[in-house]
């Protein structure tokens, strides 16, 4: 069975290819799992620091295998908010708090706008076509309850009642995408991007990335106190030594990630 997902690394940075180009790069279940593991696989792997999420062919990814759940249904298989979401969170893949990058090529729709929106960063081609498409199929997007946090409600429930498909650059006028591209420049801005990123402490990368998510669930006083507790571990790091030192001698930081 050929692989759906494909995983390669390139110093520090990963590239996750959603890789089912003849189906728009939709989520089955094999896709679905091979993300899951792929996602696991970069969250573990000490050497890699930031992934980009692509899809191959012309498609980001046009969301769920509808041939699948309609092949599920006629053989009385019951579906369930589990196929699409875990109880405590939006999505149906694993949680990293080292970056990753949407590199969002052709469709991103439904499930493929949840992979978008599971990215910290989104760069767009200028042909990219992004949609909350659910509601054409008597579904619901569980990711899109979030995106109220994201994006002003209004946009969200444009997006969700409509499921009409928006332009890059009105992804960009809303704010989810952070940048819009030719697609032939798509890849090398996406890689150049983590790049920048992956200079930086690590640490300090995944810190704040797990602040900010976590904080738009407390109060400010909660997040004053965690971000306190997570800055103290974090000056205990090797890496917040190395900063100052590598400063003092005039040289690139030598990060170790603890």
Avoid at 166 to 181: P, S
Wanted: one cysteine or more; a neutral charge.
């Amino acid at each position: 069975m050929a692989e759906t997902v494909l995983y390669q690394q390139d110093s520090d940075v990963v590239t996750i290819t959603l890789n089912r180009p003849d189906a728009l790069n939709s989520i089955n279940r094999q896709l679905r799992q091979e993300l899951d593991d792929a996602i696991m696989q970069f969250d573990k792997d000490t050497s890699a620091r930031v992934a980009i999420i692509t899809g191959a062919g012309r498609a980001f990814c046009a969301g769920r295998d509808l041939k699948e759940r309609a092949s599920d249904n006629a053989s009385g298989r019951q579906a369930r908010a589990s196929d699409s979401m875990s109880p405590d969170r939006p999505y149906m893949w694993s949680q990293t708090w080292k970056p990753l990058i949407a590199a969002i090529n052709g469709y991103a729709l439904a499930g493929g706008w949840s992979i978008a929106q599971m990215c910290d960063l989104r760069i767009a081609s200028e042909d990219a076509k992004l949609g909350i498409s659910e509601a054409q199929w008597s579904l619901l997007p569980p990711f899109a309850t979030t995106l109220p946090k994201m994006l002003p409600l209004a946009a969200v429930m444009e997006l969700v009642l409509t499921a009409d498909p928006i332009t890059a650059q009105r992804a960009y006028d809303i704010g989810f995408v952070n940048k819009v591209v030719p697609g032939e420049a798509l890849m090398n801005e996406a890689t150049a991007l983590a790049q920048r990123i992956a200079r930086n402490a690590p640490l300090s990368v995944q810190y704040f990335k797990e602040l900010a998510h976590r904080g738009l669930d407390m109060s400010t006083q909660s997040t004053c106190a965690l971000t306190y507790q997570m800055y103290d571990k974090l000056l205990q790091s090797e890496d917040s030594k190395e900063g100052p030192r590598a400063f003092s001698e005039k040289r690139a930081p030598q990060w170790q990630g603890r």
